[in-house]
């Protein structure tokens, strides 16, 4: 399996580089963390004992030995200390990530819902302008900016119709205006895909032939329209993580709600270095693993990639 | 001449179609008569250009007629494309964009930083869009703001344009390990979500509008890179590149004369739909504190501060969030209208 081996080479080389590029991003500082949380003269400490600090988190020494030590810490799992509050960045992300994991999968299954019922509404909903008004969701919601889509849910739901508490809530009524705010942008392109397959499955002439045969339209949309969009809603399943980690950091914020998006947000105000490389380098990894995973996935679903497999790794490496 | 096919023709219709001779207007008029589609409104595909002299014209002098290049577009191209609303309205909307962000002191006369009322006064005849929290007119704050907004989200587009195109149009004309090695570069830069990307380059280069401009510019490098590289690796493979090698022109001639002016133009439609989403994200850094400080009118920062009385004053975040959204709305459809859709 040439191909295989090819693409896993590649992700490990774009996992590095992923390393790499957030490591010199983030330790090429010109205000050094160490100084921004120690160097305030309430303080009081010395130059000396600066270094010292400094020569605990071993920033004393040369660049290149800093960074491949950093690189074999982090593959051993050791994710080194916020230098905020001195925790250990992977107890940080273990008490962040489930509350962040919950909300990330409740918004997903959300937009996935939202955007069929716009997708489906769009083309057979029952007048034409109720058609149309579905039809131009989409360009919309992509074009709202998703902390105002935050901040319009709390006014309307918290403060004019009083159903959710603003801050504070919890459970499951705590979740429902966060993922709320992520599901909507992200409803927007998994409705546009969707649509386009619609439409698509819809002038092929197969449809009037299995329309004479007698199959309904809920049999059609499953068996023709479903299979259609998957494989194009895949390709995007990179983007949609990316999106949905862009929405966290942003809804947590608005909502105060504990989680990963947070502790970015907190570790950026802070420049918390260590904390915010680990986020960067996590999240790289897991886009990186879920294109992969579509990659390989793409012959497996799709027969007419499978059928001239010889040429589907050529086809995929142009495209992508 | 003859051995151009119509595929090679309508890829090179931008560029390369100048040299080829122009059928006499006399003549192609009746030649489209004849065409029973030519009522149905062409959109991005222009009408298949048949060869000119298979129609004998009787009586007409078969001489070139040097028609402008101009008129002829606009005869393929129904005028309505242009007047419709789909076209017209992102227009208006952009250009009063840009009037405020060029001169905010036409459309608003006191300074936005200016205390001129009561504080948190509901939108009236006095004060359009409200007065905020210290008294402050949040209309002509948002005006002020629009030159922060726009202009960040123009340095932004321009960032990713010029270092993605860059990037891109190397790695496909060169090929080979260059192409490799960059390919593996932008991937990288896909593979960190933007956001996160965009704040690891601000805590770099330090908090402000510029640098937030720049950091959503670095993050739109990858598309760009990608698009400009499929185009130019489309491109370089087609009849008249190979043609204007083996006429004698050299790499970087070629490259100039012929690759970039037939691959750009799907990159310049993805610019204007960057104009939006940068505004977008730039705005989000100003909401999130990382944009420009507390005084200044950046629309993300206008929300942020609105935010605070979403119980008491609804004007204050309402309001600057429908002009960022009529703002970005309008750059879309417009980039929708360039790459040929239907103007909706």
């Known amino acids: ?320 | 001449m003859s051995t151009i096919t119509p595929a090679a023709w309508d890829a090179g219709a931008t560029h390369d179609t100048a040299t080829i001779e122009l059928p006499a207007p006399e003549q192609a008029e009746p030649a489209q008569r004849d065409q029973p589609q030519r009522d149905q409104p062409q959109r991005d595909q222009p009408q298949p250009k048949r060869p000119q002299p298979e129609q004998p014209q009787q009586g007409q002098p078969t001489g070139r007629g040097g028609r402008p290049r101009a008129a002829r577009s606009t005869a393929r191209r129904p005028k309505s494309r242009f007047l419709s609303a789909g076209f017209l309205v992102p227009v208006a909307a952009i250009l009063i964009g840009l009037a405020w962000a060029i001169a905010p002191g036409l459309f608003a006369t006191g300074s936005p930083t200016e205390t001129v009322g009561p504080a948190l006064q509901a939108p009236s005849a006095q004060f359009w869009f409200g007065t905020d929290a210290t008294g402050r007119d949040l209309y002509t704050r948002v005006i002020f703001g629009a030159s922060e907004s726009i202009v960040g989200a123009l340095v932004a587009v321009l960032v990713g344009f010029a270092a993605g195109t860059t990037i891109g149009v190397l790695a496909g004309a060169v090929g080979g390990v260059l192409d490799e090695a960059l390919m593996r570069l932008v991937d990288v830069l896909l593979a960190i979500p933007a956001l996160l990307l965009s704040l690891s380059i601000v805590i770099l280069l330090g908090f402000g509008t510029t640098n937030a401009a720049i950091a959503v510019g670095v993050t739109s490098i990858a598309v760009f890179a990608r698009l400009a590289r499929s185009q130019v690796v489309s491109v370089r493979v087609s009849e008249y590149v190979e043609a204007a090698y083996g006429s004698g022109g050299t790499f970087w001639s070629v490259l100039w004369r012929h690759i970039l002016p037939n691959s750009l133009t799907p990159v310049v439609a993805l610019a204007a739909l960057q104009l939006g989403s940068a505004i977008l994200q730039i705005s989000t850094l100003g909401f999130l504190g990382y944009g420009a400080p507390p005084p200044t009118p950046e629309w993300g920062l206008l929300i942020a501060e609105g935010r605070n009385y979403v119980a008491t004053a609804w004007w204050l975040t309402v309001l600057p969030g429908l002009v960022v959204v009529a703002i970005v709305l309008a750059t879309n459809r417009l980039s929708h209208f360039i790459r040929g859709g239907d103007p909706a």
Do not use: C, H
């Not at chain 1, 992700?11 to 992923?18: D, M, P, R």
């Not at chain 1, 009037?208 to 809603?233: D, E, H, I, M, Y």
């Not at chain 1, 992969?292 to 495209?319: I, M, N």
């Open chain 1, 1 to 320: 399996m040439p191909y295989v081996a090819r693409r896993l080479l590649q992700a490990l080389a774009v996992l590095v580089l992923a390393y790499t590029v957030a490591y010199v991003l983030l330790s090429a500082l010109p205000g050094d963390a160490v100084l921004a949380r120690y160097g305030s003269p309430e303080l009081g400490l010395s130059p000396e004992q600066l270094d010292a600090i400094r020569e605990s988190y071993g920033a004393d020494r040369p660049p290149l030995e800093r960074y491949v030590d950093s690189l074999l810490a982090f593959l051993r799992g050791d994710f080194g200390y916020s230098v905020n509050s001195g925790a250990a960045v992977s107890t940080l992300l273990a008490t962040a990530l489930p509350s962040s994991l919950t909300l990330a999968l409740a918004s997903l299954v959300v937009a996935v819902v939202l955007a069929v019922t716009i997708a489906f509404t769009a083309s057979y909903g029952g007048w034409g302008w109720l058609r149309r008004f579905f039809r131009g969701l989409p360009p919309l919601f992509v074009s709202l900016p998703v902390f105002w889509i935050g901040i319009m849910l709390i006014q309307v739901f918290s403060f004019k119709l009083g159903l959710v508490p603003a801050i504070g809530a919890t459970g499951l009524q705590g979740l429902i205006l966060p993922m709320l705010t992520i599901a909507i942008p992200i409803a927007a392109p998994l409705a546009q895909v969707l649509l386009r397959s619609i439409d698509e499955v819809r002038t092929q002439p197969f449809v009037t032939v299995v329309r004479a045969r007698g199959a309904s339209t809920t049999w059609l949309l499953w068996r023709n329209v479903a299979r259609n969009a998957l494989l194009p809603t895949l390709t995007m399943a990179g983007v949609l993580f990316g999106e949905l980690v862009g929405g966290a950091v942003v809804s947590e914020t608005v909502f105060a709600r504990a989680g990963i998006g947070q502790l970015t947000a907190q570790s950026v105000a802070t420049r918390d270095t260590p904390v915010l490389l680990v986020i960067v380098v996590l999240a790289a990894f897991t886009f990186v693993i879920i294109n992969l995973v579509v990659d390989l996935l793409y012959p497996v679903l799709d027969p007419r990639l499978r059928a001239k497999t010889a040429a589907a790794p050529k086809l995929q490496g142009a495209t992508r």
